[in-house]
């Protein structure tokens, strides 16, 4: 069986009927949707799927610095004049 990763379920029939409710229910939160049991998707609020993004956004960014910082290629002095 698989993980349902989030508080809140609907159906795809309940999800026809009135998307508005099933987003009302969740209070925010994100909600599987159901297909005969079987996860099927998840709907996510936009707030949080912008949180995700960002979330991801950053962990990219750190790891491209840490990358960058422990490459043995020397620094190049410069002069913000020269910029």
């Known amino acids: 069986m ?3 990763l989030s508080g809140f379920t609907a159906s795809i029939s309940e999800l026809k009927k009135s998307p508005s409710k099933v987003m009302a229910q969740a209070k925010g939160e994100s909600v599987a949707i ?3 049991n079987n996860i099927n998707s998840y709907l996510v609020p936009a707030q949080v799927y912008e949180n995700l993004i960002n979330a991801a956004d950053d962990y ?3 790891k ?3 990358d960058r910082l422990s490459d043995s ?3 190049v002095a410069v002069s913000i004049d020269d910029l």
């Open 60 to 62: 990219l960014l750190s």
């Open 64 to 66: 491209a610095v840490g």
């Open 34 to 36: 159901l297909n005969h």
């Open 73 to 75: 290629t020397p620094a």
């Open 2 to 4: 698989e993980q349902i």
